[in-house]
């Protein structure tokens, strides 16, 4: 499986992934899906999100336990963000009819559509519209880097952009949600365990600057004579790492737009976009008002016009105890190698589908050792053996929770 993904959406050049949401690459992810979940003798099915299901049992009849992750990409990320918790749910489920499991609920395998948010700008966009945490109005207005709005590019793949919106009718008939993925940090590395349970999603989200200035020439305009928004957004991200840093948070300016865009030319407009997490609310707000603070001080003494928009906020999540217990216990008893060891319980500061979810659903996540904590890159990784560690632990997981 892993080596009939692999090329897929794949940059020679930098050796990272580009698989965005409703593009070539996505659809080939797609096919690659139902091609997996048909070689099983599952059925596939497409949602009115465009989210990917495949089923073994009755849907309808309520009490599920899905697994899965989703297939797509950030700009040249690495191999395993996602795709691993597909790739992993497709073998524990053929590790599960090895054992001769029976299954006693509904079962499933998802893909959820756009989850990186690399194109249009909102992360998580399938499990949102189907959790009801993004109306189809905001949905209908987000555009890409080329003016392209979502519905225009579901339409060009085949989707019905005038079906999405809320889906509550399908999670209610979902028992158990649990996704797998690679963990992004080093906890595990260091306490040398190949698989830990998720507690707790971090809250964070995503906030656009807009730094208004005057575009003028770059060879005539006296330094004392501009409006240049570029050193605005300048101290601010350096504001942004400070702010950080006294909280004890996470702040970072990742992407940038500039118009004109001229390297002889001033700019008369830089939009920055800040994504700012923490471990609790307050130390997130005490960060981003931190920086936003610091960045109207700036501007105000430059003479910048200043807007600043949150395009998106997750609120912490607390993943189900019952249910993460509940995982804990099985992974105790059976454990990834050989069993009596307790399974690490640890945080992220990294957005999910199931955190999503987990206001509509009882989900848990489980992850899988990454030495270098590197993620969102080519260098991501995770041992063949500690991902076959992974596989094992969702199928016990899995077995535990619907089969005989």
């Known amino acids: 499986m892993w080596r009939s993904l692999r090329p897929i959406g794949r940059n020679d050049a930098s050796g990272g992934y580009r698989r965005y949401a409703w593009t070539g690459a996505d659809a080939e992810c797609r096919l690659w899906f139902q091609a997996q979940a048909e070689a099983r003798g599952l059925d596939h099915e497409i949602d009115r999100n465009g989210n990917q299901w495949a089923w073994l049992g009755d849907p309808l009849a309520g009490d599920a336990v899905v697994t899965g992750s989703h297939l797509d990409s950030v700009p040249d990320g690495g191999a395993f963000d996602g795709p691993l918790g597909v790739v992993s749910s497709f073998a524990a489920l053929d590790e599960l009819r090895r054992r001769g499991a029976v299954f006693t609920r509904p079962f499933a395998i998802t893909n959820f559509g756009d989850e990186e948010g690399a194109r249009f700008g909102l992360a998580c966009v399938g499990s949102r519209l189907a959790a009801g945490q993004l109306t189809v109005e905001h949905a209908h207005g987000l555009r890409d880097g080329d003016g392209v709005s979502l519905p225009q590019a579901m339409e060009a793949a085949g989707h019905d952009p005038d079906a999405i919106g809320p889906d509550p009718e399908r999670l209610a ?232």
């Open 173 to 404: 008939r979902i028992g158990a949600f649990v996704e797998l993925h690679v963990e992004q940090g080093r906890a595990l590395d260091l306490t040398g365990d190949p698989v830990g349970i998720a507690s707790a999603i971090w809250p964070h989200g995503r906030w656009r600057f807009d730094f208004r200035g005057e575009a003028n020439h770059a060879g005539t305009t006296r330094l004392a004579d501009r409006r240049d928004p570029m050193l605005t957004y300048a101290e601010t991200v350096l504001a942004a790492r400070r702010e950080a840093e006294l909280a004890g948070g996470l702040a970072t300016f990742g992407k940038i737009a500039v118009e004109p865009n001229g390297v002889n030319a001033i700019p008369s407009l830089v939009r920055g976009w800040l994504d700012s997490r923490a471990a609790d609310q307050a130390t997130l707000d005490a960060v981003v008002s931190g920086v936003e603070r610091a960045a109207r001080e700036h501007a105000e003494r430059a003479g910048i016009d200043l807007d600043v928009v949150r395009e998106s906020f997750t609120p912490v999540v607390d993943f189900q105890h019952a249910l993460r217990d509940e995982i804990g216990r099985v992974l105790e008893k059976r454990g990834p190698d050989g069993g009596g060891r307790a399974v690490p319980v640890l945080g992220t500061g990294a957005g999910h589908d199931a955190g999503i979810l987990s206001a509509s659903v009882p989900t848990a996540m489980l992850f899988v050792r990454n030495p270098t904590g590197i993620s969102h890159s080519p260098a991501e990784h995770a041992a063949e053996d500690d991902c076959e560690a992974g596989v094992r632990a969702l199928a016990d997981v899995l077995e535990g929770l619907a089969c005989s």
